[in-house]
Each structure stands twice: as structure tokens, then as C-alpha cells.
């Protein structure tokens, strides 16, 4: 089976699917090739927190409908040190700029759907996906299905595929640089039904190690602690994960309502970046180029604003201008590092290190206490938060 688009996307996490979105409406034709089924990319429990860039871009994209009537506007979040929290007030330290508590699932599927609901070229189960002269003119993809084999010929490859995937791989090694940190600790999240215990994020950083607050909606909880790498989930029954997260929420224990887990996993944390972002007719977004630990939530938000210069590119392109082609790499790396550097830093001031001495958490301490005090402090913890601007001037 030979077929041909204009864009051929690999991946259907949110960066493919937001960007088959934006290009479809721009009158672009795509296809859209995702390894997993329906059922699997809708199930996973991820991010929850959209800048307001990223809710932007779901508007533009024609996506926003339930996300503007169910999300929640977060104006504020909290930083405990030891159990004693205070408030970072987003909107009043940026002028006015907040964000949405919405879960990755929910944007998952509406994407899904806007997908189906316009006919959109999107195959699920899409095996063997292997890319095929990518420094070239001609490039295609090739992939099985049902056990036949396929091949799309098309413009430009957009690798949407996650850390996991094939298009980042596909670059020669010696065209590719890779920067990475492995954090010496993971994050175990436990998903319930029950009401959060604050209305707004509690970030907590507690002698027994980190711990955050967060939910998906006024009925819906979702909480996290730092455990070591080589913890076990069967080791975590949820009581025990209950009794932990009281520990460490300290002045925010009475108020946490405990439940049975509807998910529990332990994530891994990882700072990533490939550069360049762009190899012929190759191009990378979201987590296939970079990984960022969840502490700033900024990994989604990645992928959007990736795909939003991705999309102007393209679209530019089909206009003849090939400009934002040839500077999306840079352009994308520019605010991809900010954003490495704001989540390498947050993750710092919040977790216990296994090698951390006395006088590390004091620094740890210092800092924190210098934020409660300084609103200077304060605005530059929220400007980061809230989102730098995807084409900053200056
Ligand atoms: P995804 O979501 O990994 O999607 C990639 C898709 O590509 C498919 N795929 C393939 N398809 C075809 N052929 C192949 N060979 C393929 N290989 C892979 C996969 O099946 C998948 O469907 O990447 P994308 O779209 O770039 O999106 C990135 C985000 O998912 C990720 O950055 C965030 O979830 C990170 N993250 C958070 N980000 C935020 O902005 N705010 C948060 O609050 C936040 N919290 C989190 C997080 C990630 C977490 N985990 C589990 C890593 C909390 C956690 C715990
Ligand atoms: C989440 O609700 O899953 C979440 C929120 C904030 C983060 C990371 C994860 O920084």
C-alpha cells in the first residue's frame, strides 16, 4: 500500500496529535502513525498543569471546548519548607498570568476526538515505523499494519515520538549531541478520589525528602513523593504512601483526605536535550527531543510550544517562506533550554539528595526562606512557572 501527505507525524502523545491539529486547520494534509491503540494513549496518567501558552494553542487549535468549561484557573501555588508552606502569587507577581489545571488525559482525548469527529488520518497499532531518506527531497516512512506493510511518501517527517521513540534515533550519531542528568530519585504518584487538600499546589520540600499536592479537579486528587530509585511499588500499599505524604505536607496533613488508588506508578527524573532539533527534512517536538523532571510542569508544555513554531514553520513554508523552517531548531532549543534550566533548578531546591550534607540543606533552606521574604525572588520562581513567551523579545 503506497500512499502520500504533506506531513508525515510519528507519535500520537500530545505534541502529534496538537500538531496534526494546527496543520490540518491551516488546510495542511497529514498522517498521523501511533504505535499503540486508542484505549492505551488515553489511558496514561501524566501532566496536569497548562501554561497559559499551551491552553492558547488548544484554543487556537479548535480543541478547547470542555477544557475552558472543566479546567481550573490557578492563580498561585504554595512552597513548604519542613512542613510550613507559603504562597507564590502567580498572578499578581507576572501582571496577571496564571495557569489551568487540566490533565494530559482529558487533552489527550479531545485530541482524539476532534480527530475522529473531522475524519483525520490516524492510525493506532502502526508497527515496524521505520524513516527513509530524511536528508533528502523525497523522504517516506514506512510502517506495517494488520500485517500489511505500508508506505507514505510525503514533505516533511515531524518525530513526535517521545523519549522512547525511533525519529531521534534516526539521525546520524554524529549529527546528534546529547546533554543529559539522571536524577539519583524517582516520583511515586498516587491518582484518588477524593477532595485535594488545598485548592491550590503545595511543592513541599521535607527533611524525609520531596512531596507535592496537585489534583485534576475539585473531586479528583493527585499526589507525589520522592522515593529512591530502587523502591519498589509493592513496597508502597496505600496507607503507607498516605502516612508519608501527611509527614511531609506537615501543616496541610489535617486537611488530606485519604483514599483507595484509581492509578500508582513510579516515574523516573531525567533532564534531556537533543540538539539540533532539525535533520533534513526531519523534525523533532516534545519529549522525542527532550526530557525535563516533572518538578517545574513543563514537559507537556514543551511539546506545545515545540509544536507551535513547528506548525508556524510549516504553514509558512506552504506560503513560501521558509524561514521559520530553517530556524525552528534554534528557535524551539532557545526556549526548550530555559525551560531544562527552571526544572533542573526547581528539582534542586525541592529534593533531598542522597549525597546532601548539612550544608546543602541549609542552601536549600536559605533559598527557600529567601523566596518567602524577597518578592523579587518571588516573580522570577513565577514568571518561570507561568511560561516564558514562545517568541521572547529582547
Ligand atoms: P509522549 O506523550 O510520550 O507521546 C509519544 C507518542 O509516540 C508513540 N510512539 C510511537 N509511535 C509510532 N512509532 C514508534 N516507534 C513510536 N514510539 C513511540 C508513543 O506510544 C506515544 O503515544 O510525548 P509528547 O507528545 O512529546 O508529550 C510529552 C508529554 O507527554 C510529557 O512531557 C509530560 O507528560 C511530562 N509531564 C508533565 N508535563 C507538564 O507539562 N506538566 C506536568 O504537570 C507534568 N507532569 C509529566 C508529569 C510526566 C510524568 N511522567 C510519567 C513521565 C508527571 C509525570 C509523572
Ligand atoms: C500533576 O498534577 O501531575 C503535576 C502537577 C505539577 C507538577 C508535576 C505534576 O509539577
Redesign the pocket.
Known amino acids: 500500500m503506497r500512499q502520500r501527505t504533506q506531513v508525515a507525524i ?9 500538531l496534526s491539529q494546527l496543520l490540518s486547520k491551516a488546510g495542511i494534509d497529514c498522517t498521523l ?4 491503540d486508542r484505549a ?2 488515553e489511558g ?8 497559559q501558552g ?1 491552553v492558547d494553542l488548544l484554543r487556537e487549535a479548535g480543541v478547547a471546548a470542555r477544557l475552558d468549561a472543566e479546567g481550573l484557573p490557578h492563580d498561585g501555588f504554595r512552597l513548604a519548607l519542613d512542613g510550613e508552606s507559603f504562597r507564590v502569587d502567580m498572578r499578581h507577581l507576572t501582571g496577571g498570568k496564571s495557569v489551568t489545571v487540566y490533565g ?1 488525559t482529558e487533552v ?1 482525548k479531545d485530541l482524539i476526538e476532534a480527530h475522529v469527529a473531522r475524519g483525520a488520518a490516524l492510525v493506532f497499532e ?4 521505520a524513516l527513509h531518506e530524511i536528508d533528502g527531497k523525497a523522504p517516506y516512512v514506512t ?1 506495517e499494519k494488520d500485517g500489511q506493510a505500508h508506505r507514505l511518501d510525503c514533505d516533511f517527517i515531524a518525530g ?8 531521534r534515533r534516526s539521525i546520524p550519531a554524529e549529527v546528534l549531541k546529547s546533554f543529559e542528568r539522571v536524577y539519583p530519585f524517582g ?1 511515586l ?1 498516587i491518582l484518588a478520589d477524593v477532595p485535594p487538600c488545598d485548592h491550590e499546589l503545595i511543592y513541599a520540600n521535607h527533611e524525609r525528602g520531596f512531596a507535592l499536592a ?1 489534583m485534576r479537579s475539585t473531586t479528583r486528587s493527585r499526589y ?1 513523593v520522592q522515593v529512591a530509585m530502587e523502591e519498589k511499588l509493592e513496597d508502597w500499599p496505600d496507607e503507607r504512601l498516605w502516612d508519608e505524604l501527611a509527614l511531609r505536607l506537615g501543616e496541610h496533613a489535617p486537611h488530606i483526605t485519604r483514599g483507595p488508588a484509581l492509578e500508582k ?1 513510579i ?2 527524573l531525567r533532564s534531556f536535550v537533543a540538539e539540533p532539533m532539525r535533520w533534513g527534512q526531519l523534525f523533532l ?4 527531543a527532550h ?2 523532571p ?1 518538578t ?9 510550544s ?1 509544536v507551535g513554531l513547528l506548525a508556524e514553520a510549516l504553514t509558512a513554508h506552504y506560503r513560501g517562506d521558509d524561514a521559520g523552517i530553517e530556524h525552528y531548531s534554534a528557535r524551539a532549543l532557545a526556549r526548550v533550554w530555559k525551560a531544562e534550566r527552571f526544572s533542573w533548578w526547581f528539582t534542586s531546591l525541592t529534593h533531598r539528595f542522597p549525597e546532601m550534607d548539612g550544608f546543602s540543606r541549609r542552601m536549600q533552606m536559605a533559598e527557600l526562606a529567601y523566596i518567602r521574604e524577597s518578592e523579587a525572588a518571588r516573580r522570577v520562581v513565577a514568571e518561570n512557572y507561568v511560561g516564558l513567551p514562545l517568541h521572547p523579545s529582547g
Open positions: 510519528i507519535g500520537a502523545g500530545p505534541a502529534g496529535l496538537l502513525l501511533e504505535r499503540k492505551y494513549v496514561r496518567i501524566r501532566a496536569g498543569v497548562l501554561e499551551t494530559q489527550t502502526a508497527e515496524e515505523v510502517y513526535c515520538d517521545g523519549y522512547h521513540g525511533i525519529a516520583w504518584g496537585s507525589y506508578s516515574a523516573p517536538a516534545g519529549d522525542a526530557i525535563v516533572p517545574g510542569a513543563k514537559g507537556l508544555n514543551l511539546a506545545a515545540d
